[in-house]
């Protein structure tokens, strides 16, 4: 394994074939993307159901594995221009100012992707691993279709974030 952690994941309820595609997908991230990953292009790339993949960077997040780490970007209502990132949840104000509409907008739960950070190193660099080729572009991981998911309410939950 490249990541030491993703050990702690044999203990739970995936199998070895999800922890190791996720373990290699991981090891073959870009520094320049490392903080903005999204379980659905891991679910893409690697052929692994969608529920899976969340719940599987969910459990990367928790503190005895420390893998990933979550941020709630806020998007324009087009979704194509970022506002602001923020760490919890709760701490997205109800309005926020849009900069490219000049004005003050409510922000709702479609607005919100969820997206996360590779925080931890690789033992090390992998030397002839075959990284998966990009086998499309997947969607935008927005959280008012993310919520309906339970270990999106765990993630939310666990900071007291719902």
Do not use: H
């Not at 979550?70 to 309005?95: A, E, H, Q, T």
């Not at 004005?103 to 992707?113: A, C, G, H, L, P």
């Not at 997206?115 to 990009?134: G, Q, T």
């Amino acid at each position: 394994m490249y990541y030491q952690n993703m050990e702690n994941l044999k203990n739970n309820q995936f199998n070895e074939r999800e922890i190791r595609l996720l373990d290699e997908w991981l090891a073959c991230i870009p520094l320049r993307n490392r903080n903005n990953l999204n379980p659905l292009s891991f679910s893409l790339d690697m052929d692994v159901n969608e529920t899976r993949a969340v719940e599987l960077f969910v459990k990367l997040t928790e503190e005895n594995i420390s893998i990933l780490d979550v941020n709630y970007n806020v998007l324009s209502r087009d979704k194509l221009f970022f506002i602001d990132s923020y760490k919890k949840y709760n701490d997205i104000p109800k309005i926020i100012y849009d900069f490219n509409l000049n004005t003050d907008i409510d922000v709702d739960d479609s607005m919100v992707e969820i997206v996360f950070s590779l925080v931890a190193f690789p033992k090390y660099k992998p030397d002839n691993i075959e990284c998966p080729s990009k086998k499309g572009k997947s969607e935008k991981f927005m959280l008012s279709g993310a919520k309906k998911t339970p270990s999106i309410y765990q993630l939310l939950s666990r900071s007291g974030d719902n």
